[in-house]
Every structure is written in structure tokens, then in C-alpha cells.
């Protein structure tokens, strides 16, 4: 363990206190740093700097640890349900059976949208992205419920977790509903989270619809998985953006813009593109391995690769299994799961991958159980989003009720020209 930091410059030095974590990470903290010696600190996407103290998520992205609230991951997923950690998520402890089931009720009330916001999906074009009618709609719930918005009133905060937990599904499927002209399915209560969500995105007012329970059950492992994963860039935006004590819905919106990057969670829909791309190709996996290690072609193995992870991904492993399960369970020969084989298998050998250390992420196996699943690829990174609903809500929360909160301004170090005089319009050549 590391002492003490100093900082020598010139002829000068600075102490710098150290913040231990409960896990033995270590930070220095440079609060004081721009007042003592008129420097700031330089960190691109911020791979060294820490945003903020968190007691939600533990990640080692060299062993290839996740746990939330001090869980494992593999336990969560093995033992527990979507409910159970959402609520372990946002309030800090696994509930009791009364706390889960009046938790549970809660969100289940709150599940239908207002019918004037059935007519915002009539404003936008039928092959919309989901995920922008998901970040509008979610903003849009703010002018629906003025009276409880207040990010400081613990009660408004209380409900409006409810009307995210429990609206997302629902605004997620009307989307899915809108881009293929069919009417919007109604929310039935009486199912579970993921049951009632499957309904709303597979039934049709004209016949029978039965929830697969196997599909229920996966997708509700899928949700879990991806439900947090401390300071990543979509969750980094839902603080940034709460910092200011803009409300709940507009913070988590934006995070929703942030998490449909293809860098980010839009990586998932990229993933089966590439796979199909490579498939029409005729499958030929060693020509995108080739093309993913020239510099000069742009091109990346999506779903490969993680700024954290550097040895495994867990979930991906976890993922991986369930996919064989799910595909095999329902008779599904897919050729795309043969190439994705293919290309892991190649690249972790490809001395390439294997030096900087990129190895399957979230969303390399993700996609091909959703497509086995019956969704379309414009709805994956939206799944993403229901899932990862809980750990943006709890990292808000954790935010807000901090005392080290402060409005997120990160400083910059201006390279531009210096001061120079106006040059009327005539005078410029
Ligand atoms: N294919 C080919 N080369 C890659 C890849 C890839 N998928 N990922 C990284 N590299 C190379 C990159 O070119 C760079 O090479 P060099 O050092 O020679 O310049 C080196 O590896 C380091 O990459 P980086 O972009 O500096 O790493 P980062 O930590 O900034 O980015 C990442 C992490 C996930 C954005 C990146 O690995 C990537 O673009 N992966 C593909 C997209 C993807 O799958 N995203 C999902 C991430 S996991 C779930 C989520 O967060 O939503």
C-alpha cells in the first residue's frame, strides 16, 4: 500500500492525501491541487481519474470481478432475479420477502404511460431508432409529472424511481410496436417485470399469447448482468448531468443517448451487423481479423475490447453459456453463433488481441439470444437500457445524497490562438 503522494514541480513539492477504497484501491486526491500550485491534471477519457467515491459496484477488470453491493455477479445471476437487484442496487441491501413484494407493487402500478404520450410516437418517423424515442419519451415523462420532479424531495425521488423501474418497459415496447405498425399492447400486471414486457413486444390483440418461461427467464439473467457497472460513460452522464439538480428523468435520458454510442452499449446492435456482414461474405472471419489490425482501416471487432477488463469479461462469460443454452433449448441453428466462435477463437490467438489484451465483451454474445429471442437489432441497445434502468437510478441517488457532490466542470488547458484584435468583414482576405 502506497503512504503518501508527492508532487515535486520545479523547486517546489506538494503533499497529496490518499482515499483508500474497502477493496484496497487507492486514489490521489488532488482537491487541493489547482489552489496550491496553479496546475490541473490532463486524463483523456478519464482512464485514471476517479469521478467519485461509489459503495454500489466493485469491478477488477484484471481478474475479472464484478459484484454489486458486494455480491458476485455469478451469485446474483445464479440465485436472485431482476427485481431483487434493482432494489439491492438502489437501496444498498438484498430485501426482505414484505420489502421485495411491496417493491414489486409499487412498480407494477406505475407501469401504464399517460395516452397523450401515445401521440408523441405519432410525431416521429415510422423507422425511428428506439433509442431516441426511449430518451425522448423518458424526458417527455418530466412534463407529465411537474409535481414530483424535485431531484432534492425524497418523496418525489421515491416515486419517480417507480415511474422509471416501471415505465421503461413499456415505453421500450410501444417504440418496438410503432416501427412495425402494430397496435400498442397495454401492460398486465398480473405478469412478472419480464413476462409483462415480452407480452407488450410479441402479442397482438388478434390471438392467444403465452410468455415462454425459458425466454422469460433468460431474459431476466440478461437484465441483471447488465444492470450496473460503476463509472462507465452512459452512467458518468446520468451523474454529470444530475450534478447540475437537472431531475431524475432528464439525467437518465441522457445517459440514454450516452449508452446508444457504438463504443458503448450501441455495440451490441454493431456486433450482429458485423457477424451478418461477415456471413454474406462468406465467412470469411480471418479477413475482419485482419482488417480490425489496420491502423488504416477504421474497422474494430465490435464487442471486443473493454477500457476496464483486461484479462476476461464475466459477463460475457456468462452470457456465452446462456447463449449456447437458450439456442440449443429452442432448436435454433444460428450461423452467426458459429462465427462469433470462430472470431473469438481466432482473435484470442491473433497476437494482436492477445497484446493489448482484448477479449469478448457484454455484447459479443448478447445479440444472438436476443435475435433467438425474436428482437429485432434497433431494439438491443434499448434492452440494454431496461437493464441497466436500476444502476443509473442508484448511482443518481448515490450522487445526490453525497456530500462530495459538487456540479460536474471539468477544467481543460486551452490551445488556442491568444488574444487577437477584430478584423472587420472588408479587410478579410
Ligand atoms: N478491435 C480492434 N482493435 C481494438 C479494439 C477492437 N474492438 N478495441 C481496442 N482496439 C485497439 C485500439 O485500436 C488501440 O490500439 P493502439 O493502442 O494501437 O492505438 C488499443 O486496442 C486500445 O484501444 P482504445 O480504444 O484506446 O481502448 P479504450 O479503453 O479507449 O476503448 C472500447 C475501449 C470498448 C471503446 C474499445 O475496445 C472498442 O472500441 N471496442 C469495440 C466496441 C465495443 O465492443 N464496445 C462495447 C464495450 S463493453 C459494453 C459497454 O460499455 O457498453
Known amino acids: 500500500m502506497v503512504k503518501k503522494a508527492q508532487l515535486i514541480y520545479d523547486d517546489k513539492s506538494m503533499d497529496l492525501p490518499l482515499i483508500n477504497g474497502t477493496e484496497n484501491e487507492q486514489a490521489v486526491d488532488i482537491a487541493k491541487l489547482r489552489a496550491q500550485s496553479g496546475l490541473v491534471t490532463m486524463d483523456h477519457g478519464y482512464a485514471n481519474t476517479g469521478a467519485c467515491t461509489s459503495a454500489i459496484t466493485f469491478l477488477d477488470g484484471e481478474q475479472g470481478i464484478l459484484r454489486y453491493r458486494g455480491y458476485n455477479i455469478q451469485d446474483l445471476c445464479e440465485n436472485s432475479n431482476f427485481m431483487e437487484v434493482s432494489y439491492l442496487l438502489i437501496y444498498g441491501e438484498l430485501p426482505s420477502p414484505s420489502q421485495v413484494e411491496e417493491f414489486r407493487n409499487n412498480i407494477t402500478r406505475h407501469t401504464m404511460l399517460h395516452e397523450s404520450l401515445r401521440s408523441l410516437y405519432d410525431a416521429y418517423p415510422r423507422d425511428a431508432h428506439p433509442m431516441a424515442l426511449l430518451s425522448s419519451v423518458v424526458c417527455s415523462l418530466s412534463t407529465f409529472y411537474q409535481d414530483a420532479i424535485d431531484p432534492l424531495n425524497p418523496e418525489h425521488v421515491k416515486i419517480s424511481i417507480f415511474r ?23 401492460p398486465i400486471n398480473a405478469l ?31 437484465f441483471i448482468l447488465h444492470a450496473d457497472h460503476e463509472q462507465n460513460c452512459s452512467t458518468s452522464t446520468v451523474r454529470m448531468v444530475g450534478s447540475s439538480h437537472a431531475n431524475m428523468f432528464a439525467a437518465i435520458s441522457a445517459g440514454i443517448c450516452a449508452l446508444w454510442g457504438p463504443l458503448h452499449g450501441g455495440a451490441n446492435q454493431e456486433v450482429l451487423e458485423m457477424l451478418q ?8 472471419v480471418k479477413k475482419y481479423v485482419e482488417k480490425a489490425k489496420d491502423k488504416n482501416s477504421n474497422f474494430r471487432l465490435m464487442g471486443f475490447g473493454h477500457r476496464v477488463y483486461k484479462n476476461f469479461d464475466p459477463r460475457a462469460q456468462i452470457i456465452k453459456k446462456t447463449c449456447d443454452k437458450v439456442l440449443s433449448k429452442m432448436g435454433i441453428n444460428d450461423p452467426l453463433l458459429d462465427i462469433a466462435h470462430q472470431l473469438e477463437e ?16 457484454v455484447d459479443f454474445y448478447s445479440g444472438i439470444i436476443y435475435k433467438a429471442m425474436g428482437f429485432p437489432v434497433e431494439m438491443f441497445t434499448v434492452l440494454f437500457a431496461i437493464g441497466r434502468m436500476p444502476g443509473w437510478i442508484a448511482q443518481w441517488k448515490e450522487m445526490m445524497e453525497s456530500k462530495d457532490t459538487r456540479i460536474g466542470r471539468p477544467r481543460q488547458i486551452y490551445t488556442g490562438q491568444n488574444q487577437r484584435k477584430y478584423v472587420p468583414i472588408h479587410k478579410r482576405s
Open 164 to 186: 422509471l423501474l416501471a415505465k421503461i418497459p413499456t415505453i421500450a415496447a410501444y417504440s418496438y410496436k410503432k416501427s412495425i405498425g402494430q397496435p400498442f399492447i397495454y
Open 192 to 222: 412478472s417485470y419480464c413476462a409483462n414486457f415480452l407480452n407488450m413486444m410479441f402479442s397482438v390483440p388478434a390471438e392467444h399469447y403465452e410468455v415462454d418461461p425459458d425466454i422469460e427467464k433468460a431474459l431476466d439473467l440478461l
Open 277 to 284: 456482414l461477415i456471413y454474406e461474405d462468406g465467412n470469411n
Open 346 to 361: 481466432v482473435a484470442l490467438k491473433d497476437p494482436y488481441f492477445v497484446e493489448k489484451k482484448l477479449y469478448p465483451n
